[in-house]
C-alpha cells in the first residue's frame, strides 16, 4: 500500500484548528478539481431559514395518535412510518416547533449520520426526536428536494466525515452543518430534473403503501379477524396442564387468550396450514466486520448488506449502514430473488419485506428468508397472497409476538416457532384479486427505487472526482 504525503503551511489559520489530513484532502479537492467549474460551492446555511430538533426529554407514547419520528425513522430519500411511535394529540399541540412541515427537510444528526429525507407536501401530523433535524429551505434559492438528493451524495457524505472531529459518538451540530458546502449546479435544469423525479418515486410510494393498505384490509374483512377486545385482559389464569406443550414455552403471551383464541376462531373458519409446510425458511449470514464497506468506498457492483433495522415500510432499504463486495455476494450464495419475503425474528420482530426485481442484498442472521414450495403453490397460494397474510397483524404479528423470548435483553423468535404461523387458505378468485393489488404496489415500489438511485446518480456524476 502506497504511503501519501503532503505538506501544509503552518502559517494557515485552519492548521491551529485542524490537524488531520483528511480535512485538508477534502479541502484542496473542493477548491482545485477541474470537475467543479460548472458548480458553484455555498455553504448550507446561506439557504436555511430555520433549523431546529424535538424535545429533548424522553415521550410517553399512546397505542394511537400522532406519528412520532425517531433519528431511525429516516432513510436515505425516504421516512419509516411504521415503527409504532405515537404521541397525544395534546402533546403534539405543545411541541409545535418540532412539528413536522410538508418539504421540510429532515436530517440526522446522531447515530446513523447524514441521511437525509424529506416532508412529504400530504405528510400530515407528526413530530420528532432530538436527534435528528428539520430543516425549512429558502426555496426562492434551491429546491429542497435537490438539497436531500446532494446531502445523500458522496461528496456530502465526505464533508460530514471532515466535519466530525474525536468524540466518542460524534454529533453533528448546527454550525457543523451550516457549513456543509452545497454543491449548486449551474445548469438549472439538474435541480428541475431532481425535482420532478423525486417527487414522482413520493408519489409512486404512497400510491403504493395506499394499495398495499386496502389489500390488508380486504383480507382482514375476508378472515373476518375483528379485535378480541373482550380477550386483551393482562391477567388470566390457565390449568397446569397446559404448561406441558409442545413449544416448551411457559411465556404469558403463549396463553394470552387474545392471541390463543384468534387463532383457534381462524382456524374454525377456513382452511389454514402450518408457513413451515407450504414454504421453506433459510436464516441469513454474517459475513463479518472485515468484509464490511461504506457508502463513501462503494463501487456500483457492491451489495447492500441488510439489518433488521433495515427492514422497513415493506421493503428493504437500498442504502444501508454497509455494503459487501459482488464476489463475497455470490460466494455466500444466498440466492435471494424477486417474490422472498423476508421476515425479522431478532430485535424488532416481525417485520417483514417484499423483494422487487431491482433488488440485490445480503442479509444478516436476524432475518428469515420466506419463499412459497411446492405445496405451497399446490394449494395456489402466491408470494403476493403469503406476503399480506404474513403482514396482516393478526396472523403474522400475533404469532411473533405470541412466541418470542428475550434471552438477556435481546428478543429472538425461533426460526422453528415462526413455522407454525397458521396460513389461512382463501379460494382461487380472492387469491387472484389480492394478488394482482400487491404486484402492482410492489412494481411502483421498484419503479420508485430506480428513480431515486437516478437521483442518486446525477448527483454524485456531477460531484465526481477527476
Not at 394529540?89 to 424529506?118: C, M, N, P, W, Y
Not at 420532478?196 to 382482514?220: C, F, G, M, P, V
Not at 425479522?344 to 428469515?368: L, P
Not at 427505487?449 to 472526482?465: F, G, H, P, T
Request: overall charge negative.
Amino acid at each position: 500500500m502506497a504511503l501519501n504525503y503532503k505538506s501544509i503551511d503552518y502559517s494557515k489559520n485552519d492548521f491551529l484548528m485542524r490537524l488531520d489530513s483528511k480535512f485538508y484532502n477534502l479541502q484542496e479537492y473542493l477548491n482545485h478539481s477541474s470537475n467543479f467549474s460548472e458548480i458553484d460551492f455555498i455553504p448550507f446555511g446561506e439557504f436555511i431559514d430555520n433549523i431546529t430538533d424535538g424535545e429533548h426529554a424522553g415521550q410517553t407514547f399512546v397505542k394511537e395518535g400522532v406519528l412520532f419520528l425517531k433519528n431511525s425513522s429516516i432513510k436515505d430519500f425516504d421516512i419509516s412510518l411504521y415503527d409504532g411511535f405515537y404521541i397525544s394529540e395534546i402533546k403534539h399541540k405543545k411541541l409545535q416547533r418540532s412539528a413536522l412541515r410538508g418539504e421540510d427537510v429532515l436530517f440526522t444528526t446522531i447515530g446513523h449520520l447524514g441521511s437525509a429525507a424529506i416532508v412529504p407536501e400530504n405528510f400530515g401530523e407528526a413530530n420528532m426526536n432530538q436527534n435528528f433535524v428539520k430543516i425549512s429551505i429558502n426555496k426562492t434559492k434551491v429546491s429542497p428536494y435537490y438539497i436531500v438528493a446532494y446531502l445523500n451524495s458522496k461528496l456530502a457524505r465526505k464533508q460530514i466525515s471532515c466535519l466530525l472531529t474525536g468524540n466518542i459518538q460524534s454529533i453533528l451540530t448546527y454550525p457543523k452543518i451550516k457549513n456543509i458546502k452545497i454543491g449548486i449546479p449551474k445548469d438549472d435544469s439538474i435541480q428541475k430534473e431532481i425535482t420532478e423525479k423525486y417527487k414522482d418515486a413520493i408519489r409512486l410510494s404512497q400510491e403504493a403503501r395506499r394499495i398495499i393498505k386496502e389489500t390488508i384490509n380486504y383480507l382482514d374483512k375476508e378472515l373476518q379477524l375483528i379485535d378480541n377486545d373482550e380477550n386483551s385482559d393482562k391477567v388470566f389464569s390457565i390449568k397446569h396442564d397446559l404448561l406441558n406443550n409442545e413449544c416448551g414455552l411457559w411465556t404469558p403471551k403463549y396463553f394470552w387468550p387474545k392471541y390463543v383464541e384468534t387463532e383457534s376462531n381462524l382456524m374454525n373458519r377456513v382452511q389454514c396450514i402450518p408457513l413451515g409446510e407450504i414454504a421453506t425458511l433459510k436464516k441469513g449470514d454474517e459475513p463479518g466486520s472485515d468484509f464490511y464497506i461504506d457508502y463513501l468506498d462503494k463501487i456500483d457492483t457492491d451489495v447492500p448488506f441488510i439489518r433488521t433495522s433495515d427492514i422497513y415500510n415493506y421493503q428493504i432499504d437500498s442504502s444501508p449502514d454497509n455494503f459487501i463486495d459482488i464476489h463475497t455476494f455470490e460466494e455466500m450464495n444466498q440466492d435471494i430473488k424477486e417474490g422472498d419475503i423476508l421476515f425479522t425474528k431478532d430485535g424488532k420482530i416481525g417485520e417483514i419485506a417484499f423483494v422487487t426485481n431491482s433488488d440485490k442484498a445480503i442479509y444478516s442472521s436476524g432475518i428469515d428468508r420466506i419463499r412459497i414450495n411446492k405445496i405451497g403453490k399446490s394449494f395456489g397460494i402466491t408470494p403476493e397472497y403469503l406476503f399480506n397474510i404474513v403482514a396482516c397483524n393478526k396472523v403474522g404479528k400475533y404469532t411473533a409476538d405470541r412466541y418470542t423470548v428475550t434471552a438477556a435483553t435481546i428478543p429472538h423468535l425461533k426460526e422453528d416457532f415462526i413455522q407454525k404461523m397458521k396460513i389461512p387458505i382463501l379460494d382461487e378468485n380472492k387469491i387472484k384479486i389480492i394478488t394482482k393489488k400487491t404486484k402492482a404496489a410492489f412494481e411502483m415500489i421498484d419503479k420508485k427505487k430506480n428513480i431515486i438511485l437516478e437521483c442518486q446518480d446525477i448527483v454524485n456524476n456531477i460531484c465526481k472526482e477527476d
